[in-house]
Structures are given as C-alpha cells and as structure tokens.
C-alpha cells in the first residue's frame, strides 16, 4: 500500500447540485452547467452513508462465519440546506421544478409552491464537489485538486421540517437516496466518487 | 513522528499570499508587532494583522497541528481594525479550501483557518502610551500537517 500522505485527511465540505435524472457528470476541470441548480449553502455536518448489512452464514463444521453476503444495499447522502428559495426547496422535496408558479398577488410579483408533493417523488441527479471551480474544489485525497461525487439518480426520503425563530434561521434536513439506475454501468448504478489523482 | 512545518510561518505566509490581506496591511504580518520609533519599525498609524499563538489542542498520535491563534488586526483607528478584520474574514471563513503554502522546510498543506468568534476591541497601551492603540482581537482556529507535501 502507498504510503499515506497529508491530503488524504479530507478536511472540508461538499457543495450540492440537483439537475434532471440522469444528467451525465461534468468533466471535473468543467464547472456546472447551466443544468445543474446549485442548492446554496449547508448548515452542521455533511454525511455520506453506504448502506448494506451483511448477512453471516455458518455451517455445521464450525462456530465461526464462513461467508457472507449483502442482500440489500444502497448509498445516501445528507444535509441540511439553508438557502431556501422556492426552486431550492422544490427539488430538495423531490417535486419538479414546475411547481414553483410565477404570478401576482395584488400589486406583487409572486412565486408560488404548492405543499402537497405528490405520490411519486421527482427524481433528480445529484452532483457534489468541494468548489464549483477547480481552484476551490480540493477534496482529492491525492493532492490540492479536485474531486466530485454523481449520483444519477436520487430521490428525497424523509419528512423535512423547517423551524423558525427569532435567532436562528431554519434548515432543510435533506436525505437523498440513491435509486439503482439500470442504465449505468455495472457497480456504478448508484454512481461514483472521482478525485484526480496526478 | 517528524515535525517539518512552522503551523505559525504557514499561516502568516498564507496571510501574507492573499491579495485582500497584503492591500490591507502591506507585509505587516507575524507573530509580535514591530510597532516602534526606530529605523525599520512599523510607524505607529499603520495597520497590522499578528496572530499571537494562544494553544490548542494536542494530539501526540497523530501528526496534524491543530493551533489556536489570538489574530490581532491593528489599526489607528477602530475603522481600521475593521478593514483589516474584513479582509481577515474573507480569507478564511470565504476560503475554506485545503491550501498549500510554500514555507522554509517545502510546502505546507493547510486544511482550514477559522475565525472562532467575532471581533473584540482593545487598546494596546504598550504600543501607544495614554490611550493604547486599538486592536481587534479575534480566536483562530487552524489545521496545519506537520509533513510537508510535494
């Protein structure tokens, strides 16, 4: 095993986009396309979570586990978002970004967004990376370069509650749960973590 | 375990690599003042930023510098001091990117610089006698690997 060095202590945070389903990767020395909606900035701890117990199995000549297995499995990531602009809070919610709907209220311009969110929850791609730009993206644990995660396909799962009050400003607790994309390749269903490495 | 890094040159020659900073306060950065009346000294209106080290936590197993600093933005005038803590501000809390800074012993990698708590005003009565000159004092946080990095 190489030796390891100082950069592959990953001091730092993620930033979030959501674009459509699917929405193939950016090049990692590219910033976000326009596609791409950036989800503003985080409050608290930002947590990435492979799920997938494993299940032992023993035989009758021995006490001790001989194989195992992952029956289920799955990857989420979560954060609390505290820029909520209505197109935000839409497509954290998992409802498409038509549901916020432009208008007037008396003399007003207005946005509107709509509380009920629907039986099945729109699914978006998720992307996440130190910075929008190379020179602020140091996440590679290979040096001061680069890194980003793709999920191609996540929905929200959870039931989110934004608390106001008079000193604090209230939060949207997002867990995003990868959906497994059949059209990836093979392992990459829930998609990857890309660094650059020289 | 080898220690190569300076945390405390790093971080002022990380200050002092930042535009905001050096508009600011020119090379007036370190670890003391050099506020004074002789040849080469700072002249007693000029804005300073000084991070006095103030501890921090220890960890004897693991090679990362975790360092407290006092910074202190020195001005001729509260305003000053503002001006300063702004630039200060934007540098670190703006920034948080893992940094790498040439230093004497290579280059060091610095994980974050984080400004614990806003500013508090003092006046520094061994610079300018009956009245002090004012100064922001504001906790530091920072993280500096011990190694250097290529």
């Not at chain 1, 976000?32 to 032992?56: K, R």
């Not at chain 1, 929200?156 to 059209?183: H, I, N, W």
């Not at chain 2, 220690?3 to 007036?28: C, H």
């Not at chain 2, 300018?128 to 946080?141: E, K, T």
Request: proline share 6%; glycine share 10%.
């Amino acid at each position: 095993m190489a030796d390891q060095t100082p950069y592959a202590r990953l001091t730092g945070t993620w930033k979030f986009w959501l674009a459509a389903a699917q929405t193939a990767i950016p090049d990692l020395d590219a910033s976000p396309s326009g596609s791409w909606t950036d989800l503003g900035v985080t409050e608290g701890d930002q947590n990435l979570q492979w799920q997938g117990a494993l299940v032992p199995f023993r035989d009758n000549d021995s006490t001790g586990k001989k194989k195992h297995v992952r029956p289920e499995e799955g990857f989420d990531v979560m954060a609390t978002f505290v820029h909520l602009t209505l197109e935000t809070v839409a497509r954290i919610l998992g409802m498409p970004s038509s549901a916020v709907v432009g208008g007037t209220s008396g003399a007003l311009t207005t946005k509107k967004l709509a509380f009920r969110r629907g039986y099945v929850p729109t699914r978006y791609a998720l992307l996440a990376r130190g910075g929008a730009v190379v020179a602020t993206n140091t996440l590679s644990p290979y040096g001061a370069w680069p890194a980003q995660l793709w999920i191609p396909q996540v929905v929200l799962d959870g039931e989110p509650q934004a608390t106001f009050g008079k000193a604090g400003s209230p939060g949207v607790q997002a867990r995003f749960v990868a959906e497994y994309d059949t059209t990836q390749s093979a392992g990459e269903e829930f998609g990857y973590l890309i660094a650059q490495s020289a | 375990m080898t220690v190569e890094v300076d945390p405390y040159e790093a971080l002022i020659k990380l200050a002092l690599a930042d535009g905001g900073i050096s508009t600011a306060v020119s090379n007036r950065v370190d670890i003391w003042h050099h506020y004074g009346q002789d040849t080469g000294d700072w002249s007693l209106t000029d804005s300073s930023l000084i991070f006095v080290p103030a501890g921090g936590p220890m960890n004897p197993d693991d090679n990362v510098q975790d360092v407290l600093v006092e910074a202190r933005c020195y001005g001729d005038s509260p305003y000053y001091c503002n001006q300063v803590w702004k630039k200060l501000l934007d540098w670190s809390r703006n920034k948080n990117e893992r940094r790498v800074q040439a230093v004497t012993e290579g280059n060091a990698l610095i994980y974050f610089v984080l400004p614990l708590e806003h500013p508090r005003l003092f006046f520094d009565e061994d610079i300018r006698p009956n009245g002090g000159m004012p100064y922001f004092a504001i906790p530091l946080q920072a993280k500096i690997h011990g190694l250097t990095v290529t």
